[in-house]
């Protein structure tokens, strides 16, 4: 049981170049998220799936894309990188909502640096 | 709107003497409130959860939280600071209203002197 996974775990990119995160969970969750750290603003979310095939938008959505076409996997996109997504990025999945509100499960980050 | 304020960006401690990390919370609803750490380089582990049970939660390594909702707290305690506590904690809170987004603190930073 591998739990949340993410790839790659390091990358730099050069402006306007593009890159897809891939998040992976075998824990059957029907919820995953994608969220961006940065120092002193915790973690702030771009996207969320609440099933396979939909996707929403999160707090900071402007300039990423994502994909649920399979339960297991949610993909991040970044069309054209900018030095402001220089950011480490987090995955993380939750069973289906309901009470009591189940926690996130996170993966262990991807760094990206964009110049 | 739901948010959350930690109230100490920084908590340095000496090893063996209590921890105390503040969170105030805001929430319309019933909250969830979670506390998570993470380690240098690493991804958020749940130290433990309240989900409107006890008010007081206890959770791993020797963590524990009270919610009290007349305050909109939850603050984060150890009786006893160990090195390996150094870390950054987050606090968050979910409901139901909120379409099962969480909403994080800035987070405290907890340095343990030896």
């Known amino acids: 049981n591998a739990g949340v996974t993410q790839t790659p775990k390091f990358r730099v990119l050069k402006t306007g170049q593009s890159m897809t995160l891939l998040c992976a969970q075998d824990?059957?969750?029907?919820?995953m998220y994608w969220y961006r750290q940065d120092p002193g603003m915790g973690l702030r979310l771009i996207h969320y799936s609440v099933g396979e095939g939909t996707t929403a938008k999160g707090e900071v959505p402007d300039g990423y894309n994502v994909s649920r076409l399979k339960k297991q996997n949610f993909l991040l996109g970044l069309e054209s990188a900018a030095p402001s997504q220089t950011s480490v990025y987090f995955c993380?999945?939750?069973?289906?909502?309901?009470?009591?509100?189940?926690?996130?499960?996170f993966g262990p980050g991807t760094r990206l640096t964009v110049l | 709107a739901q948010s959350v304020t930690q109230l100490d960006s920084h908590v340095s401690v000496s090893e063996g003497t209590p921890v105390l990390l503040r969170c105030n919370y805001s929430s319309s609803y019933s909250p969830s409130l979670f506390w998570y750490v993470q380690h240098p380089n690493k991804g958020l582990q749940l130290l433990l959860k309240?989900?409107?049970?006890?008010?007081l939660v206890k959770g791993i390594n020797g963590f524990e939280a009270e919610f009290k909702k007349s305050e909109t707290s939850f603050h984060l305690t150890k009786p006893s600071a160990h090195m390996s506590d150094a870390a950054e904690y987050f606090c968050v809170v979910s409901d139901l209203n909120t379409g099962n987004q969480f909403y994080f603190g800035t987070g405290t930073s907890l340095t343990v002197i030896p």
């Open positions: 309240y989900t409107s049970a006890a008010t």
């Open positions: 824990m059957n969750h029907e919820y």
């Open positions: 993380a999945s939750s069973y289906l909502g309901g009470l009591p509100i189940n926690e996130q499960f």
